[in-house]
């Protein structure tokens, strides 16, 4: 009778890790990952939605995939990357995201990435690059 108990209990804690931890959330898609590691803004806009919110640096607003491709890759351009390492994945009421730490060649990052999957695709709606002191 004890062991069923205890088969019982063990049942019910993997039940609730499994829905609530890493395994039900989403993971940024490694190519998003690639992509920002490289410096590569071509391959990121390919997850870029039709529109993105853009947060870098002194620039915010709404742009279009290609004009976003563009102010992204001045930003690589100026900044080579050095690492990229994600400290955080998760999900919100609609979207997923992803915060993360930019390293580069002039300065150190935050990088807050939200997406949403659209037919099976990850769709980036929102980027946010701010300068980020360890």
């Given at each position: 009778?004890?062991?069923?108990?205890?088969?019982?209990?063990?049942?019910?804690?993997?039940?609730?890790f499994?829905?609530?931890?890493?395994?039900?959330?989403?993971?940024?898609?490694?190519?998003?990952k690639?992509?920002?590691?490289?410096?590569?803004?071509?391959?990121?806009?390919?997850?870029?939605?039709?529109?993105i919110?853009?947060f870098?640096?002194?620039?915010?607003d709404?742009?279009?995939k290609?004009?976003?491709?563009?102010?992204?890759?001045?930003?690589?351009?100026?900044?080579k990357?050095?690492?990229?390492?994600?400290?955080?994945?998760?999900?919100?009421a609609?979207?997923?995201?992803a915060?993360?730490?930019?390293?580069?060649?002039?300065?150190?990052f935050?990088?807050?990435?939200?997406?949403k999957k659209?037919k099976?695709?990850?769709?980036i709606?929102?980027?946010?690059?701010s300068?980020?002191?360890?």
């Amino acid at each position: 009778m004890r062991s069923k108990k205890i088969y019982f209990f063990i049942v019910i804690i993997l039940h609730f890790f499994i829905n609530t931890s890493v395994f039900s959330q989403e993971v940024l898609p490694k190519e998003v990952k690639n992509a920002v590691a490289s410096g590569s803004s071509k391959e990121l806009a390919v997850f870029f939605n039709v529109n993105i919110e853009l947060f870098l640096l002194n620039k915010e607003d709404v742009y279009s995939k290609a004009q976003a491709q563009l102010i992204v890759k001045d930003f690589f351009h100026k900044n080579k990357p050095h690492s990229f390492i994600i400290i955080q994945e998760g999900k919100s009421a609609d979207s997923n995201y992803a915060i993360c730490n930019l390293e580069t060649s002039v300065n150190n990052f935050r990088v807050y990435i939200s997406y949403k999957k659209i037919k099976g695709k990850a769709l980036i709606n929102q980027l946010n690059i701010s300068e980020y002191n360890k």
